[in-house]
C-alpha cells in the first residue's frame, strides 16, 4: 500500500539524514479523540549544509500542506498554503511578533490528486499562483511506493517549474527531486540569475548504504559567485559535514543531542476538536480567509484583529471590496486609516514568577536596548543591541555595562522601568521600589491589549511623557537622518521614567480615529518609506495616559491633586501606533448593512513551565516560571522568545550578527496544557511545524570520511510540468484546505 505523501515526500530530507524519530505527539494528559489526534506535525531538518537546497524542504512544505492524500478522488481543489512557514522550512530566519506573525499572505494552488487503483502511483497535479513573487509554478508528482523499513524514501519523482507572470512563456526556473532505493537526487536550474543572463545551478545527491548510513553532496552556483561544494556523510550515531578540503564539523543524530524549535502550535478542548474562539461571543470573529480581485488577479489573504493582510502586489484602496473565502460569500468594504490606538489593560505577576524569561530594556541615556533576565536575586545583562545603516546586531557587554538594580535607578530618577518581553506578555513595567533592590516578589505589569474604535478615540485627550511621536513631516526627516529622533522632548528627554509635571506633558487628542498633537498636526506615518530604515516594524508611542489616572507628587506617589504625571500608576493605559505595514494601521470591514465586522482580541494564555510541557532542561532556569502567550485562532499561538543560532555549529547564543538563524529559544511539548489569565477551563497544545537541528559532538565522527558523489545532470530536468498538466484549471467555491488543514465542506 502506498503511504500518503506527506509520510513519504515530506519526511525525505528527514529520513535521509537521520533516523526515524521525532513524529507523532508527546501525550501528557493530553485529548485522545478528535483533531487533536489527527492533525499531524509537520517536521524538517535544517542543517548548514542543506541551506544550498532550502527550496527542497519548501516544496515538501507546499505539498504537505495541499493534503493531496485525503483528497485523491481526481477532482480539482483550491487549497491556501502560507508561504512565510513553508519559508521558515526552506531555512529563512525571521524574528517574531504577534501581529508581524499574523501578517499572512497565502499562496492559491489548484490541486488534482488522483490514484485510479491500487496498484498504481498516486499522481498530484499543482498549479501554484505565487502572487508575492509574480510567478505561475507548475509540479508534477508520481508516487509508486511509500517509505517502509528497507526504503525508508519510498519511490518518486517531483517536477516542478516556474514562470513570471509579466513572460508566461518564459520559464524561469526548473527542477526535479526523486527517490529510489538506493539514492535520492535533487537537480534546479534558474534562468538570468543576476538579471545579466547568467544562470544558476544547484545539484544534491545521497546514496544511502542500508538504511542507516550513507554520503552525500550539495553543489550550488549562482551567476558569476564562487561555487561552493558541499559534502557529508553519516552513520548510525552521527553525521559530518564540511567542504572537499575536509574541513568538517561532526554531529550526533541521537534525538536526545538534537534541539527542536516549533514555528506553528494547534491550540484544542479536551475532546480533542480545535479551539477557534475562547469568548464564545457570536458578535465577534477570531479570523477568516479572504479573496479580493483586481486586473483580473484574485489575491488571497487574511482579516483579523491585527489587520487585512494581503499581497504587497494587492493595491487595495479604501472603498475596494473583498470577499469572505467560505461557503458564506459575505463581502465586505475595506477601510484603512494611518494609524490605531491601543488599549493596555494590566495584568500583574512577580519576577520570581518570570524566572530566566528574556527581557528587553531600553538605555534612557541613548536609547539601546540590552537583553536581560532576572536570575532570582538580581537582574543579569545577557547581550545589548547596536544598530546602524546595515542593520541591527546583539553582542556582549562589555565591563562598563551592567543590568539595571533599583539603586542605578533610582540614581537617574527613574521611579519604574520599561521593558519588553514575548514570554511576559509584551509590554511591561516595574515600579523601582524606594528602598532596598528588587526581589521575587516585586511585581511585574504585563498588557492585555485591545484595539479602539475611531468614534472611541475621537472622546479621548491623552497625556505623553516618554516616547511622545512627532507630527508626520518630522517623522520622514527622522528616517532620512536617523540621528535626529522621532520622539518629542518632554522636560529635557526623550525617555522619562519617572515623575513629569504636568505642564510638560505632551497633549494628544483625536478626529476621525488619527491621533493629532497640540497644533493639529497628524501623527501618520502610513505614508513613510522604511525599506533602508534600521526598523521597518514601524513606530509607537510610549504610555499615553489619562490626566485623571495618573496625577502623582514629584516623589511619585498618587495625588489626584498632583502636580505631575506618573504614567505608570495609570491601570489602563494607551499607544499610538502608526507605519506603512498593514498592522500599523486600523483596517476594518464594513457588512452590506454598514455595521463594522468586530475581531476578538488575542486571548492571553498561561502555564507554568516544566520539562514534562517544554523542550527546557531540567538545570534551566525558567523551569518552574510563568509565560503568557498570545492566542488569535487555532493556530495562531505567539509570545515565545526568540533567540540566535550559530549555522555552523548550530549552537544557540544570546550574541546575534547577520550570519545567524533566528529560532525560537525553546518549544512546547504535545500536550502542553495552559489556561486562559483569569479562566479555568484547560486547552491543550500540539506542534504544527517543527524544525530538527543535530547536537554538536566534535569527537564523534572518527569513521566518517567525506566523499565525492556524483551529481545530477540538468537531463534530470528535459521534463517540463508544464508541458504535462497543462495551464491552470478554473475552480469555483472556499478553499478546500488551509494550509494542511481540511476545511468543513
Known amino acids: 500500500m502506498i503511504n500518503p505523501p506527506n509520510a513519504s515526500i515530506r519526511r525525505l530530507i528527514l529520513v535521509a539524514i537521520m533516523p526515524t524519530l521525532f513524529f507523532g505527539p508527546n501525550a501528557i494528559g493530553a485529548p485522545t479523540t478528535g483533531a487533536y489526534t489527527e492533525d499531524r506535525t509537520n517536521t524538517w531538518v535544517q542543517d548548514q549544509v542543506l541551506e544550498s537546497v532550502g527550496n527542497v524542504n519548501m516544496i515538501m512544505c507546499f505539498m504537505g500542506a495541499l493534503r493531496p492524500e485525503i483528497n485523491a478522488d481526481g477532482e480539482n481543489y483550491l487549497a491556501l498554503v502560507d508561504g512565510d512557514a513553508c519559508d521558515r522550512a526552506g531555512g529563512g530566519s525571521?524574528?517574531?511578533?504577534?501581529?508581524?506573525?499574523?501578517?499572512?499572505?497565502?499562496?492559491?494552488?489548484?490541486?488534482?490528486?488522483?490514484?485510479?487503483?491500487?496498484?498504481?502511483?498516486?499522481?498530484?497535479?499543482?498549479?501554484?499562483?505565487?502572487?508575492?513573487?509574480?510567478?505561475?509554478?507548475?509540479?508534477?508528482?508520481?508516487?509508486?511506493?511509500?517509505?517502509?523499513?528497507?526504503?525508508?524514501?519510498?519511490?518518486?519523482?517531483?517536477?516542478?517549474?516556474?514562470?513570471?507572470?509579466?513572460?508566461?512563456?518564459?520559464?524561469?526556473?526548473?527542477?526535479a527531486l526523486s527517490a529510489t532505493g538506493s539514492n535520492l537526487s535533487f537537480f534546479e536550474e534558474g534562468a538570468n540569475y543576476d538579471e545579466s543572463g547568467n544562470t544558476s545551478e544547484t545539484a544534491m545527491a545521497v546514496t544511502f548504504s542500508g538504511t542507516e548510513s550513507g554520503a552525500g553532496r550539495v553543489f550550488k552556483r549562482e551567476g558569476n559567485e564562487p561555487p561552493t561544494n558541499n559534502l557529508f556523510a553519516y552513520n548510525a550515531t552521527h553525521f559530518k559535514r564540511g567542504n572537499a578540503d575536509n574541513t568538517a564539523q561532526c554531529f550526533s543524530r541521537r534525538e536526545a543531542d538534537a534541539s527542536t524549535s516549533v514555528y506553528r502550535y494547534g491550540v484544542y478542548k479536551s475532546d480533542g476538536s480545535r479551539l477557534t474562539d475562547v469568548d464564545g461571543n457570536a458578535s465577534t470573529e477570531g479570523g477568516f480567509p479572504i479573496t479580493y480581485s483586481a486586473q483580473s488577479v484574485t489575491y488571497y489573504g487574511w482579516a483579523g484583529y491585527h489587520g487585512v493582510f494581503l499581497s504587497d502586489n494587492a493595491g487595495i484602496s479604501n472603498g475596494d471590496s473583498v470577499t469572505r473565502a467560505d461557503d458564506s460569500g459575505l463581502v465586505y468594504t475595506y477601510n484603512a486609516i494611518g494609524g490605531k490606538l491601543i488599549r493596555n489593560t494590566k495584568g500583574t505577576t512577580t519576577l520570581g514568577e518570570t524566572n530566566g524569561q528574556l527581557i528587553q530594556y531600553w538605555s534612557q541615556s541613548d536609547g539601546r536596548r540590552f537583553f536581560i533576565s532576572w536570575t532570582g536575586n538580581a537582574f543579569e545583562l545577557?547581550?545589548?543591541?547596536?544598530?546602524?545603516?546595515?542593520?541591527?546586531?546583539?553582542?556582549?557587554?562589555?565591563?562598563?555595562?551592567?543590568?539595571?538594580?533599583?539603586?542605578?535607578?533610582?540614581?537617574s530618577n527613574q521611579l519604574f522601568m520599561f521593558g519588553y518581553s514575548d514570554a511576559i506578555g509584551g509590554s511591561i513595567s516595574l515600579n523601582v521600589p524606594s528602598s532596598g533592590d528588587f526581589s521575587n516578589t516585586t511585581s511585574v505589569n504585563y498588557t492585555q491589549q485591545s484595539t479602539v474604535s475611531p468614534s472611541d478615540a475621537n472622546a479621548l485627550t491623552l497625556h505623553c511623557t516618554s516616547e511622545c511621536l512627532k507630527p508626520t513631516l518630522e517623522i520622514e526627516s527622522h528616517v532620512s537622518n536617523p540621528s535626529s529622533s522621532p520622539y518629542e522632548t518632554v522636560g529635557g528627554d526623550t525617555y522619562n521614567w519617572g515623575a513629569v509635571l504636568v505642564g510638560n506633558a505632551k497633549v494628544y487628542t483625536f478626529s476621525s480615529g488619527m491621533m493629532r498633537n497640540a497644533a493639529n498636526h497628524d501623527i501618520d506615518a502610513s505614508g513613510v518609506n522604511l525599506a533602508d530604515y534600521q526598523n521597518n516594524w514601524g513606530f509607537r508611542t510610549g504610555p499615553l495616559v489619562n490626566l485623571a489616572d495618573a496625577k502623582c507628587d514629584s516623589q511619585g506617589v498618587a495625588d489626584p491633586n498632583g502636580t505631575h504625571i506618573c504614567s505608570n500608576l495609570a491601570s489602563t493605559y494607551y499607544q499610538w501606533e502608526t507605519g506603512p505595514n498593514n498592522w500599523n494601521k486600523l483596517v476594518t470591514l464594513t457588512k452590506a448593512d454598514n455595521s463594522v465586522v468586530q475581531f476578538e482580541p488575542p486571548t492571553k494564555m498561561t502555564l507554568?513551565?516544566?520539562?514534562?510541557?517544554?523542550?527546557?532542561?531540567?538545570?534551566?532556569?525558567?523551569?518552574?516560571?510563568?509565560?503568557?502567550?498570545?492566542?488569535n485562532g487555532f493556530d495562531s499561538l505567539y509570545g515565545i522568545p526568540w533567540t540566535c543560532v550559530d549555522p555552523e555549529t548550530n549552537e544557540r547564543s544570546q550574541i546575534c550578527n547577520n550570519t545567524s538563524k533566528y529560532v525560537p529559544e525553546f518549544g512546547l511539548k504535545a500536550g502542553a496544557a495552559m489556561t486562559a489569565v483569569g479562566g479555568s477551563t484547560t486547552y491543550y497544545v500540539r506542534p504544527l511545524d517543527e524544525e530538527k537541528r543535530f547536537g554538536l559532538d566534535p569527537q564523534g565522527c572518527a569513521g566518517l570520511t567525506l566523499q565525492e558523489v556524483t551529481l545530477p545532470t540538468n537531463s534530470a530536468v528535459s521534463v517540463d510540468p508544464k508541458d504535462s498538466i497543462g495551464l491552470r484549471p478554473t475552480v469555483s467555491g472556499p478553499p478546500r484546505v488551509i494550509h494542511g488543514v481540511p476545511q468543513t465542506q
Open 382 to 411: 545577557l547581550s545589548v543591541e547596536e544598530c546602524g545603516n546595515s542593520g541591527c546586531t546583539r553582542r556582549a557587554p562589555n565591563n562598563s555595562e551592567s543590568a539595571p538594580t533599583a539603586t542605578s535607578l533610582r540614581a
Open 94 to 175: 525571521t524574528t517574531q511578533s504577534s501581529a508581524a506573525s499574523s501578517a499572512i499572505s497565502y499562496a492559491n494552488v489548484i490541486v488534482n490528486s488522483s490514484r485510479p487503483s491500487t496498484t498504481e502511483p498516486l499522481s498530484v497535479k499543482a498549479w501554484v499562483d505565487e502572487v508575492e513573487d509574480q510567478a505561475d509554478i507548475y509540479t508534477l508528482t508520481s508516487i509508486s511506493q511509500g517509505p517502509s523499513s528497507s526504503n525508508p524514501n519510498g519511490v518518486f519523482t517531483l517536477r516542478f517549474a516556474g514562470y513570471p507572470k509579466s513572460a508566461p512563456t518564459t520559464r524561469q526556473f526548473i527542477g
Open 608 to 631: 507554568t513551565l516544566s520539562t514534562s510541557n517544554s523542550t527546557l532542561a531540567s538545570t534551566d532556569p525558567k523551569i518552574g516560571s510563568k509565560i503568557f502567550l498570545d492566542f
